[in-house]
């Protein structure tokens, strides 16, 4: 049984908008610089599964038990109801036309699957429309909530959903009959060009010893496909498209990495035209996984972030040629700003949670770094100038809660929350004007905030064990980008063997066997002998390490000469 949820949005013209939904219910708050609650919006209260705004920023809508309610995201006033109990999914079509609700998957009495996906007209489609049927335009059976939503082509003339080995597509207005098919046999996955292009890309993984493929089409015209890439090592894949629809990211992903490199699988990276005149594989020149790939707005240019921590940044342009290199550092996100102006590079997860901001219009130049520990969402505002991260739960369910950050880096607002599980900026067109100036002023909020947070005199650093504080860290404890050597894998999931004795491999021996000849004993030695020189390492062990090792190697030189002059006990433990 999930906990009763509630969500918060700030919201904005001038301002920004923003919602959440906590333990409690849902807000909605005005953003910089009034930051006060929505005048006009009445907060919902109780268990509320989910909410979501309309990509143009019309509507706001959210789900109780019972019902689906739909509100102006300008004033708060209600727009409609839906007679939708359960539902776990929120989605709007991209003009807001249309809302679509996905519940649980079940039976009704005779044994039948119900059909859990609807979608639903937001505004009253006629005055002889039931009201339990309310609105209603189409209904599917949706099993899977992974890739549940239907998807739309930029002007609502199209939807599409995928099902066994094709493509349906329907007109919005009319989902009851199947408009066209786009059939593909094994097809999993596929991704509707947000352009104006209605073009679709679908994903065919490895099968019968055959390659995957992408194959890009033009709607309606499937006879052939306009652009295609066949790969190996893809069991997954990530399909971006620009916000043009005219090129075509494949982030492809297999569950097992065979070169026993990572345990998470090997990830690569494809680049595809819409019209078929370029693709190809992106070669990325620092070896590790790919751990974020994202398209900047103008769509001619996009930023990867990928190799082993450090990890490396590059700005690609549409022809995948490499424009500028970030400094290695430990980061995972990369988000580029509304307009296009400025991205930023962040490392959130296991990291710690540090976001660098660029200014791409200045040569790259470096604005800030924010300290953002903990963080689990980061967007950037419709107006390019703010930044929203947040603590939410079930991640952490502790610290919760909202913070705003000015592009230049100075913290604006902050809120602590209890149990947050999602917030949001509402999804505007603002123009960017003079982003770096003025500063705003800080929320009183984030004036108090700062003044809890206590700043060390100096970075306390990585422990060091008493017998090496005082003396240089030795490259082979240091990061690449601290000047260390880069990371290397050897091909093996095993811990192999390591500095300091640490990660030995692990040997199997038969009690009462002799020993085997190690690897790099010298040819002609004598097993168990005292060797004549300090091996390797001796002078960096403690006077009483070093102590005990000799009586060790003392111990088995003298069970070998016993043994050699037949001295040592026979098995049943008699003397020869």
């Not at 194959?215 to 295609?228: G, H, L, M």
Request: hydrophobic share 35%; with cysteine.
């Amino acid at each position: 049984m999930s906990l009763p949820q509630c969500l918060y949005f700030v919201h904005a013209d001038t301002i920004r908008p923003i919602a959440d939904r906590t333990l409690k219910g849902i807000g909605v708050v005005d953003a910089s610089p009034v930051y006060e609650p929505l005048s006009g919006f009445q907060r919902p209260e109780g268990n509320l599964r989910c909410c979501v705004y309309s990509p143009n920023g019309r509507y706001f809508a959210w789900a109780s038990p019972v019902r689906v309610t739909v509100v102006d995201a300008s004033v708060g006033h209600v727009i409609t109801s839906l007679p939708a109990q359960n539902v776990y999914e929120l989605g709007f079509s991209p003009l807001g036309t249309f809302i679509i609700t996905w519940q649980r998957p079940g039976k009704d009495d005779s044994g039948d699957a119900i059909k859990n996906l609807k979608v639903w007209r937001v505004i009253e489609g006629g005055p002889d429309v039931g009201e339990d049927e309310h609105n209603v335009v189409g209904r599917f059976v949706q099993k899977s909530q992974t890739g549940w939503n239907l998807q739309y082509t930029y002007d609502e003339q199209y939807c599409a959903r995928v099902v066994t080995n094709e493509v349906q597509f329907y007109q919005s207005a009319d989902l009851g009959t199947v408009w066209n098919k786009l059939r593909v046999e094994g097809v999993t996955d596929f991704a509707v060009s947000p352009g104006k292009n209605h073009s679709i890309a679908v994903f065919i993984p490895e099968r019968k010893g055959l390659p995957a493929a992408v194959k890009v089409y033009n709607v309606p015209n499937f006879d052939a496909a306009v652009s295609q890439k066949n790969f190996f090592k893809g069991d997954k894949v990530q399909l971006k498209w620009n916000d043009e629809g005219t090129s075509l990211i494949v982030l492809a992903q297999t569950e097992v990495d065979k070169s026993g490199k990572s345990y998470y699988g090997e990830t690569t990276l494809y680049l595809l035209s819409a019209n078929g005149g370029f693709d190809s594989r992106i070669d990325l020149d620092k070896e590790g996984p790919i751990h974020d790939v994202t398209w900047s707005p103008n769509s001619k240019e996009f930023g990867v972030i990928y190799g082993y921590m450090p990890a490396k940044t590059t700005i690609f342009n549409v022809r995948a040629v490499a424009t500028h290199s970030f400094a290695l550092s430990p980061r995972n996100t990369i988000l580029f700003s509304p307009h296009g102006r400025f991205v930023l590079v962040a490392g959130f997860g296991n990291l710690a949670g540090q976001m660098d901001i660029y200014d791409l219009e200045k040569n790259y130049n470096k604005i800030c770094t924010v300290e953002a520990s903990n963080a689990s969402v980061c967007e950037w505002s419709p107006d390019g100038k703010h930044i929203l991260t947040a603590t939410t739960s079930p991640r952490l369910r502790v610290d919760n809660g909202v913070r705003i950050w000015h592009v230049g880096g100075g913290l604006t607002y902050n809120e602590e929350l209890q149990e947050l599980y999602h917030v949001c900026w509402r999804p505007q067109s603002i123009p960017l004007v003079n982003p770096l100036t003025p500063v705003p002023t800080p929320h009183a909020s984030a004036l108090a905030y700062l003044g809890t947070v206590k700043t060390p005199s100096k970075p306390a650093g990585a422990y060091r064990p008493p017998g090496a504080r005082g003396t240089l860290t030795p490259l082979a404890f240091k990061r690449e980008d601290e000047g260390g050597a880069a990371y290397v894998s050897n091909g093996s999931l095993s811990l192999g063997s390591g500095v300091n004795g640490f990660g030995k491999s692990r040997k199997r021996e038969v009690p009462g066997a002799e020993a085997a000849a190690s690897e790099d004993q010298s040819a002609g030695a004598v097993p168990g002998a005292t060797p004549t020189a300090a091996a390797d390492g001796d002078e960096n062990l403690s006077k009483a390490a070093l102590k005990n090792k000799k009586k060790r190697e003392a111990k088995k030189a003298k069970d070998a000469a016993d043994k050699a002059a037949g001295l040592a006990p026979t098995t049943d433990g008699s003397a020869p």
